[in-house]
């Protein structure tokens, strides 16, 4: 047999615009899982000590805060709850709603000389029973209802992502954009509080890290936000018995690859030269935080590589140049030399305003090498000519591995093909 139900009623209240019940008062009963029509009006009538012959019971419920109520009315109406208390358990969430009226005696029933007032107090209860048709509307009023909420939450939560790991906290319902940004972020939040932790679990769904001190009950919960790629912090349960005595000396969660996504904005300009030594000074001054030259040196390196791309892959970028300088300079000439296996060997180019000042120099052409500092290395070989106000007039440029015969009998053929 299944355990009664427990409902909740309010009674002796008042509806403000048909959708808030407001000065009531509260109690509650208990009904069978399927208790029909009759037997809960008998039950809220023993409860509140009523008079069936005498009163006439008005049982209502909302589905959602803000919709008008519906009526229960039949059996149906009872089976209807029913099965909205089975999704949601909480009776708190549907409390029934009970108005009084006072019946109509049996020799008045149909006449026509109704005291207005008497006829006022029982219009509620002469409304015709809902029909399937109507239930049918009302649900369908109610998922349309729960759709439109759905998609206004999910807007608001968008506005409400966090993008930016520098946060001044962090708190249960925060969503991020992605599961890196939320590491990036309790990471710097751990470094600011002192609250070093170990990853006890992650994957693609969920995040979970706990504190390094093993008698520490400090924890950390974060899951997949619905179908996107954002998390959101469902716990977070603090101790304030952590014997743990950390300092900031080369925070265990100060790693190279968080240091790196701090001082990324320090790249964006390729024209800058950040140093090792300058990222330690301000991860102690901003983050009072000490971490070695070496992982300065390894963050520097992977930011690089992640604010202007890595060096390898720009060389497929090497076609796409030489055309665009083509097109925006008519009359330049380019070539690019690779080995067997399509690596890059050679480069050469020679703009079109060049070519033609050439007519107008001195008929001498001056060449030079030198290497070039890069992890890559190789040799940047130039011709130059001397113009007419005895300025240095530049001609062709060409990249090779180094100034050996055959590079610099390379470069000659191609420069050969200018002044002529």
Not at 391 to 402: G, K, Q, R, T
Request: charged share 20%; proline share 5%.
């Amino acid at each position: 047999m299944e355990d009664p139900r427990t409902v909740m009623i309010f009674y002796n209240g008042q509806w403000v615009d048909k959708t808030n019940y407001t000065d009531f008062e509260v109690t509650g009963i208990l009904i069978p899982s399927k208790c029909s029509y009759n037997l809960l009006a008998q039950t809220i009538c023993s409860t509140l000590g009523l008079d069936r012959s005498k009163q006439n019971i008005d049982v209502q419920f909302q589905i959602k805060s803000g919709i008008p109520p519906m009526k229960i009315t039949d059996d149906n109406g009872c089976r209807f709850y029913e099965q909205i208390r089975k999704k949601d358990d909480d009776e708190t969430k549907y409390p029934m709603m009970v108005n009084l009226s006072a019946a109509i005696p049996p020799e008045n029933i149909g006449s026509s000389s109704i005291n207005h007032d008497y006829s006022e107090h029982t219009m509620q209860i002469t409304q015709p029973i809902p029909t399937r048709t109507e239930y049918a509307q009302n649900m369908a009023d109610f998922v349309i209802n729960q759709v439109e909420n759905a998609i206004e939450t999910s807007q608001q939560a968008t506005s409400q992502v966090i993008s930016d790991p520098h946060v001044d906290n962090i708190f249960v319902g925060q969503v991020f954009s992605n599961k890196e940004t939320l590491q990036n972020a309790v990471s710097l939040y751990s470094i600011r509080r002192n609250q070093p932790f170990k990853v006890k679990r992650s994957s693609k769904l969920d995040y979970k890290l706990v504190c390094i001190d093993e008698n520490c009950k400090w924890s950390f919960l974060a899951s997949k936000h619905g179908k996107t790629n954002m998390f959101k912090i469902r716990k977070i349960q603090h101790s304030h018995t952590c014997s743990l005595d950390v300092t900031s000396v080369d925070h265990p969660n100060a790693t190279s690859n968080l240091i790196g996504s701090v001082i990324r904005i320090k790249f964006v300009n390729p024209k800058r030269d950040y140093t090792p030594n300058e990222i330690v000074d301000d991860m102690a001054d901003d983050y009072s935080v000490s971490i070695s030259y070496q992982k300065a040196w390894r963050a520097r390196e992977k930011t690089i590589v992640d604010a202007r791309r890595c060096p390898h892959e720009s060389y497929s970028e090497i076609p796409r140049i030489l055309y665009m300088m083509e097109k925006c300079n008519p009359g330049t000439i380019t070539d690019l030399v690779t080995d067997e296996n399509g690596h890059f060997k050679y480069l050469y180019f020679a703009i079109g305003a060049s070519i033609k000042g050439w007519q107008h120099c001195n008929p001498i052409i001056v060449t030079d090498g030198t290497f070039l500092k890069n992890q890559h290395g190789g040799t940047l070989l130039i011709a130059s000519a001397q113009n007419a106000n005895r300025h240095i007039f530049p001609l062709a440029f060409a990249i090779v591995d180094s100034e050996n015969d055959t590079s610099w009998n390379w470069f000659f053929k191609e420069t050969k093909r200018i002044i002529q």
